[in-house]
């Protein structure tokens, strides 16, 4: 016996309510369809491997994962003689978690040393939901006691500023705000500067959506990048790559170019309340190695968790 | 843009594809198991793919390609009818000949529905000369209104707000009234994001729908989104009823595979896509250029199109006269690079030239560097040294490097692509005298491969 026993235990306690509303819809789909498939096939064949195959790629885990993925299950199946769909089942999953952690301790929480501030900087394409996850996370290191400053570095999109300044009245954080199309880099130089001079804990530095194929765009996150460095030497400590969950294959090329500006330390993945599956975040570690740490379940302040994978691939492959 | 990636792949595969002397059912199937391949990385819902490939198969089956001498072009064809069958076929118009007329905008968070909306309206502003009012009912997210405000600023348009302590049900009554007291022709409806799941703001949008009888819903589709496309585009059609898709961020690199699924999966038009983030980027969707893009065939006709709005036709006119005459300066030289940088990014400009090569975003952002220190030398020179380049000998040309900031090469490069646009021109004189021509394209391209921009730019601008 082996992860799927360990996994059922683990949530037979009740302890992840709000974890597991929020990814209910985004997990019944696709385990229905997998239990659906094994009542279909009785016995698991070829048929059922390319179906299997469908619905892998319908949770835009992508192509070359899926199918390094069946491999495994085919290779594995046929060296364990297994022809029953829920043991199928579990063997996916044991193949999926340890193709994600790959014998590693993954970080999540926002790792806090040294005296300086430490800078976390938010990137990602436009509409991902960064300001909104800023504020998700301000809250959630705010509550644990740290001392949190807002930096509003989206100086480009109109009412950006004014998204981010509300979020800091909301939660009783300062907000550090430039003029509109004013100097991304200076804003957050004003910024990192205050955080360095006060003894702030934990600064979030917003950043304008880009697509990742606009090369200013991506230079001017590297003058950022930079500017933060000539404050705090080691910074930005954390880089979050935002990604909507239901973004499709195009997630690992936006990780991809953003981590050649400024190397990503960790998804932050939104929305995952939604239908979508969010299989992407597979994908991107499969391919850059950069795991998830957050997962935005709601519109509720206090809807960010701790990304999960045991949670996560439980969810999508089993459901309740 | 979108789909590039998508268009590489059909593109290596059909090239493989000539190679072969004679196609056998193993080629096609082989061919069919790859462009599978390259759909679904292109987040094609694997749905659509499935039928894609049987069609495709049938018709090469039916068509009889297999044994034929040169069956290659025959399977590009059938697969680019495909396409174009998938993205709809024929051009779909906006539906705002009644007065007012409502278009509603909606879709999940962050798809871009803001933005559009002042996109659209700037669209019918200055394309369609209506009066529009721009209606903010996005009550939910923080800074909604500021934004459509400061938005609907820019571009010179109404904004109507009841800030957010009104329901939406009601502010958009409102604002209909409004639109028919003042004489507004389309009023645009901006709804909050929400997710399709969410029963009370899906509600919320119905009753929308049904106080104000809108024209048009759109539903925004963001170009780099999944597989779960469809599923959330199929909930919002059931419960509030669309008239068609909007694609946002179809300048990103994303693979707009989803503007291959949702048409075929909904039988609902895709009518624009969103290309940048400025207010003028919005483009009217037109399937079967779509579908030549996507298979790497060009676009010559958006981009005699989109030369024909931003050309300054006189100004045109006076360089192809200048040019012919041998009078060609520095002036003429860089009136006419801002003539082409009017026509939008080069990289844009060259994927809709059938046969171009691509050209990196690296060696985009080399050659704009390179056209703009171009700007700034020949800005730097006095009136008399543009029209005589020929008098530029050491002493001025320090003189210019200082006033610069610009390096003495950087002047004589300058100086040199000047020379040998003069001689291209002179050469063109040639030629027209002799009954041929078209509009030469003299480019500071020296970073980019191939060495320069094609010297027949689409003509007859100006003659």
């Not at chain 1, 299950?73 to 060296?79: I, N, V």
């Not at chain 2, 009518?271 to 779509?290: A, C, Q, S, T």
């Amino acid at each position: 016996m082996g992860l799927i026993s360990f996994l059922k235990e683990k949530f037979s306690k009740k302890d992840n309510g709000k974890y597991n509303n929020g990814l209910e819809k985004s997990r019944s789909a696709f385990s229905k369809k997998l239990n659906d498939l094994g009542k279909k096939y009785k016995k698991v064949n070829e048929d059922y491997f390319s179906e299997l195959e469908e619905i892998l790629i319908e949770a835009d885990v992508g192509v070359n994962l899926t199918l390094q993925t069946i491999d495994e299950l085919l290779t594995k199946a046929k060296k364990e003689k297994i022809n029953d769909y829920e043991e199928l089942n579990s063997a996916l999953i044991d193949i999926l978690f340890s193709n994600y952690t790959n014998d590693t301790d993954l970080p999540t929480e926002i790792n806090f040393d040294g005296d300086l501030p430490t800078v976390a900087l938010i990137v990602g394409v436009n509409g991902v939901g960064k300001t909104t996850s800023i504020a998700k996370l301000a809250n959630r290191y705010k509550n644990a006691g740290k001392k949190v400053l807002l930096v509003a570095g989206d100086t480009f999109r109109a009412g950006a500023t004014e998204q981010l300044a509300l979020w800091g009245d909301r939660l009783g954080l300062d907000v550090i705000v430039g003029k509109e199309n004013s100097d991304p880099s200076s804003v957050v130089y004003d910024g990192v500067y205050k955080a360095v001079k006060e003894n702030y804990d934990l600064v979030l530095v917003d950043t304008a959506g880009r697509l990742q194929n606009k090369n200013n765009l991506m230079m001017e996150l590297e003058k950022i990048k930079r500017v933060i460095g000539k404050l705090v030497p080691n910074g930005p400590q954390e880089t979050f790559l935002i990604l909507d969950a239901t973004t499709g294959q195009n997630g690992v090329v936006q990780a991809k170019a953003f981590n050649e500006v400024t190397k990503i330390t960790g998804v932050v993945i939104t929305k995952m309340d939604g239908t979508s599956k969010g299989g992407i975040i597979l994908a991107i570690k499969n391919e850059l190695n950069i795991p998830v740490r957050f997962i935005g379940l709601g519109e509720k302040m206090d809807d960010l968790e701790i990304f999960d994978l045991e949670k996560y691939l439980y969810g999508l492959c089993i459901g309740e | 843009m979108a789909f590039d990636s998508l268009t590489d792949k059909l593109s290596n595969i059909f090239k493989r594809l000539r190679g072969q002397a004679r196609i056998t059912e193993s080629n096609i199937d082989e061919m069919l198991k790859e462009i599978r391949i390259a759909l679904l990385e292109a987040d094609v819902n694997f749905k659509v793919v499935k039928n894609f490939l049987e069609n495709v198969k049938q018709k090469a089956i039916g068509q009889d390609v297999v044994g034929k001498i040169n069956p290659s072009q025959l399977i590009v064809k059938i697969v680019h009818d495909e396409i174009v069958d998938l993205l709809g076929g024929t051009d779909c118009e906006l539906n705002v000949k009644k007065s007012p007329s409502t278009i509603m905008l909606v879709g999940l968070q962050g798809t871009g529905k803001t933005t559009t909306a002042a996109k659209l309206a700037n669209f019918l502003k200055n394309k369609q000369k209506k009066k529009v009012l721009l209606t903010a009912c996005d009550v939910y997210r923080p800074a909604a209104i500021d934004q459509l405000g400061q938005l609907a600023k820019s571009i010179g348009v109404d904004m109507f707000t009841m800030g957010t302590s009104v329901s939406p049900v009601e502010i958009s009554l409102k604002a209909k009234q409004k639109a028919i007291d003042e004489d507004y022709d389309v009023v645009i409806i901006d709804t909050a994001g929400r997710l399709s799941i969410d029963e009370q703001l899906m509600e919320e949008l119905t009753l929308i729908k049904k106080a104000v009888n809108p024209e048009e819903v759109f539903f925004l589709v963001d170009s780099a989104s999944g597989q779960d496309t469809y599923n959330t585009a199929n909930i919002f059609n059931e419960k509030v009823g669309l008239t068609g898709f909007i694609m946002s961020k179809f300048d990103g690199d994303a693979r707009g595979g989803s503007a291959l699924s949702i048409r075929y999966l909904t039988h609902l038009p895709i009518k624009f896509i969103g290309v940048g983030e400025k207010v003028g980027d919005l483009d009217i969707f037109h399937p079967d250029r779509m579908a030549d893009r996507i298979l790497g065939m060009g676009d010559v006709v958006t981009l005699v199109e989109k030369a024909q709005e931003q050309f300054d036709e006189k100004e045109a006119k006076k360089t192809v006269n200048k040019m012919l005459n041998g009078s060609f300066n520095l002036d003429d030289m860089l009136a006419q690079m801002k003539q082409v940088n009017k026509l939008g990014s080069l990289g844009g400009i060259l994927k809709l030239i059938p046969g171009m090569p691509k050209i990196t975003p690296e060696q985009q952002a080399y050659a704009e560097k390179e056209m703009r220190t171009f700007e700034i030398v020949i800005n730097s020179m006095t009136k008399e040294e543009r029209q005589h380049p020929e008098i530029l000998k050491f002493s001025r040309k320090q003189r210019i490097c200082l006033g610069s900031g610009k390096t003495m090469q950087d002047i004589n490069k300058v100086l040199k692509k000047y020379e040998q646009s003069k001689q291209m021109m002179e050469q063109m004189a040639k030629m027209r005298k002799n009954g041929g021509g078209g509009f030469p394209g003299n480019f500071p391209g020296g970073g980019f491969p191939g060495g320069g921009f094609p010297g027949n730019f689409p003509g007859g601008f100006g003659r």
